[in-house]
């Protein structure tokens, strides 16, 4: 029925013949791209794979050298440091000692989370006056209130954990099943309040001496803890025994919030610490880290902890540090492992920070995990 | 002198009619048109009182209650409930001027459906704090009522249970109580929680609408005994209740900036109750017998002046006595016990 073009069969070179040789020509070129460029993403899959590598391996050391080598983040794509990340995740890990002591040793030097990381009664007597971290017009006037929430001395000194894991909340936990091997750890180190229930443990753990509380939370999630107490203290019980940490004396802000919190747990006579991070310590952390590169509003809470962790213990693990929009295979993730709200641009580096543990990583001196666990 | 003549007017009152006028106030001032009776003739005027038996008198009862009724309807505007204050109502406070809070969602949720007292109310204690309690011996006869309303959270400890009596089933308080002796609940709750323990099942009474600074704190006092699972429940005064009680005083003549709060409730318990007493309203320094007495039961702090019109208020209480309304405590309930001399 109808018409049909009777030339259509004889359009040899014709609109439609010229559109297939096209696409295929298009495909061709791709393919050719993903051989020639692609080389690192292909030889996977034709070498033989047998095993975790020995640390010290020729191959390993090379590896390590790959990652070294890449100064600045913005020296080479973002997946050509993917790859190598994830080509490295073939070898065993091991303390590099020399190398650790070394970093631990600047790090006293500059921080000295022994004696600084809070504020204790012996490194902030009575009357001291406290300056904020950035707030520096704030002072904020030491009085006798104030100054019995304050422990006696640091709760913790130097090295004294064996194994530590930092846990922070990035999307790249989920589905890791790390649960079992952070709950292994000595002393486990948590960020900004994270869910730990029964939906994400399996993943996440659930053993937590130090959390993090960041106020801007409680301003926003608990009305400043002016209104309703039990909410948040009901929150905070689901990590037992561990110690909520604050900082108190970050920008003027904070502190009402953060010394409410002391009076909460006081209220409901918890056993939980409090305990307001130094501001001098702080400062010297970001200090610190702007020399390596960190160019940042502020530091991230996982970077501190991580700093903190890295004076308290000997061994240091990192769980759910990966702060790209896709993990290394280059499947995209949640931006936390409980949501996806990403933060205010411009206020963290998170980039550039993982970027330094991936160094401090193949330094061998912590370990950063980004795969699934056994 | 020229410059001060420019400046007077040319044609000014004769020098007579100035001093006439200077003469009429200083003789008001001497001798006001209205005075109030002072303290000495007060207790006179009681004390004649005092040998006379008193009876109810059921048909003033009922007529001062209905004339309650028609003002201010205790019954249902007694507190904020979900009945009387739907939520997205304009609530102007009563005791600011043109200031006023839309109910909202999160508000209208601390509210109760409906006043929760089981009405009319049978025997009603009303106790004021007036330093006359002490040593009265009042508390047993106290706590034989069936609703006790107690002002501006006493301190009811064991020394003072034997005058004041044990049983709460409201208590009023003022949120500048809160301010001033619980930092407003910012910080540690907990010694406001053990404080109003000893008040057990009973209903906690605030103006959280009569003053924009009492909004916070009182709330505050809600979350907080929510937070805690306290026995004691939150009532908030609806402001229009105050607001009809305070009109309904002025215009039988109490001027005052602001009415007690001993007046609002023991008005609330006429209106509630069949039958009221009332024990510790005596606003002044000396009791019956001419013996000095603490301005409270438990201490001697004298209010700011010139806020509250106690004496005028206790003469309304005490003409209400009079009529046989309400029943006045003033005598000690039973004989002081006679201390042992010791051997």
């Known amino acids: ?55 010290n391996s020729t191959k390993c050391l090379e590896l390590r050298q790959d990652i070294i080598e890449v100064k600045v983040l913005s020296m080479v794509k973002q997946t050509e440091l993917f790859d190598r990340w994830k080509s490295l995740q073939m070898c065993k ?84 099943r790390c649960g079992r091997e952070i709950d292994s750890a000595d002393f486990v180190f948590r960020c900004n309040l994270p869910p730990i229930s029964d939906k994400y443990f399996m993943d996440v753990g659930v053993k937590t001496d130090v959390v993090t509380v960041n106020p801007s939370i409680i301003t926003e999630r608990f009305h400043k803890l002016e209104k309703w107490r039990k909410p948040f203290y009901d929150v905070l019980q689901v990590y037992e025994n561990a110690s909520v940490l604050l900082p108190a004396f970050y920008n003027t802000r904070n502190t009402d919030v953060s010394i409410r919190v002391k009076y909460v747990l006081d209220d409901f006579e918890s056993q939980q610490a409090v305990y307001y991070f130094h501001p001098q310590y702080l400062i010297n952390v970001s200090r610190y880290w702007l020399g390596q590169g960190v160019r940042a509003k502020r530091v991230s809470t996982g970077l501190i902890l991580v700093t903190a962790a890295l004076e308290l213990c000997e061994e240091v693990h990192l769980f759910g540090f990966w702060a790209f929009p896709m993990n290394p295979s280059g499947i995209f993730i949640t931006h936390h492992y409980y949501d996806n709200v990403k933060p205010r641009p411009g206020f963290h580096a998170m980039p550039s920070e993982i970027f330094n543990f991936l160094h401090m990583h193949s330094k061998g001196i912590l370990r950063v995990h980004t795969g699934t666990c056994s | 002198m020229a410059g001060l003549a420019w400046k007077w007017p040319r044609t000014r009152l004769p020098v007579g009619a100035s ?81 006023s809070v839309t109910i909202d969602n999160a508000t209208y949720s601390l509210f109760p459906q409906a006043t929760p007292f089981q009405l009319p109310l049978k025997k009603c204690s009303v106790v004021g704090n007036g330093g006359i ?70 209903y906690i009474y605030m103006p959280a609408f009569s003053m924009k600074t009492g909004t916070g704190p009182s709330l505050r006092v809600y979350y907080t005994l929510a937070d805690f699972g306290a026995k004691q429940a939150v009532l908030f005064a609806n402001p229009n209740f105050l607001r009809d009680i305070s009109k309904f005083w002025k215009s039988k003549g109490i001027h005052a900036k602001r009415l007690s709060t001993g007046l609002f409730l023991v008005s609330a318990a006429l209106g509630l109750c069949e039958e009221v007493t009332i024990y510790g309203f005596w606003p002044f320094s000396v009791d019956l017998h001419g013996k000095f007495i603490s301005h409270h039961y438990y201490d001697n702090v004298l209010p700011d002046s010139g806020f509250h019109a106690m004496p005028e208020e206790f003469l309304q209480l005490w003409f209400l006595h009079k009529s046989g309304v309400l029943r006045m405590q003033l005598e000690p309930c039973e004989d002081p016990p006679l201390i042992q001399p010791s051997a």
């Open chain 1, 93 to 176: 890990w091991e303390m590099n000692v020399t190398e650790a002591n070394l970093f631990k040793s600047t790090l006293s030097r500059c921080c000295n989370a022994p004696s600084f990381l809070f504020t204790t009664q012996k490194n902030t007597p009575l009357g001291t006056k406290l300056k904020y971290e950035v707030d520096t017009s704030g002072i904020f006037h030491i009085n006798q209130e104030i100054f019995k929430m304050f422990p006696k001395d640091m709760p913790y000194h130097r090295s004294q954990f064996k194994r530590c894991a930092v846990v922070g909340n990035g999307g790249i936990l989920k589905n890791s």
């Open chain 2, 133 to 202: 309690l002490k040593k009265s011996g009042c508390g047993k006869q106290i706590d034989q009522a069936d609703f006790v309303m107690r002002c501006n959270l006493p301190p009811l400890s064991r020394e003072y249970s034997k005058d004041v009596g044990s049983k709460t089933q409201l208590v009023t308080a003022n949120p500048s109580i809160i301010q001033k002796r619980f930092q407003n609940l910012l910080w540690s709750r907990k010694a406001f929680v053990d404080s109003v323990k000893v008040y057990n099942h009973s």
């Open chain 2, 19 to 99: 001093a006439l006028g200077v003469f009429v106030l200083c003789w008001l001032y001497v001798f006001p048109v209205y005075r109030l009776p002072d303290e000495k003739e007060i207790v006179q005027g009681v004390l004649l009182q005092q040998g006379k038996a008193w009876r109810r008198n059921q048909t003033a009862a009922a007529l001062f209650r209905k004339l309650l009724e028609e003002c201010c309807d205790p019954g249902q505007l007694f507190a904020m409930t979900k009945m009387n204050s739907p939520m997205g109502k304009n609530l102007w406070f009563d005791g600011e001027f043109l200031y």
């Open chain 1, 1 to 55: 029925m109808g018409y049909t073009d009777p030339s259509s069969s004889r359009d040899l070179l014709g609109n439609r013949t010229l559109f297939f040789i096209f696409i295929c020509a298009f495909a061709v070129v791709t393919l050719l791209q993903q051989i020639l460029y692609g080389r690192n993403y292909l030889k996977r899959y034709f070498e033989f794979y047998e095993g975790p590598l020995e640390y």
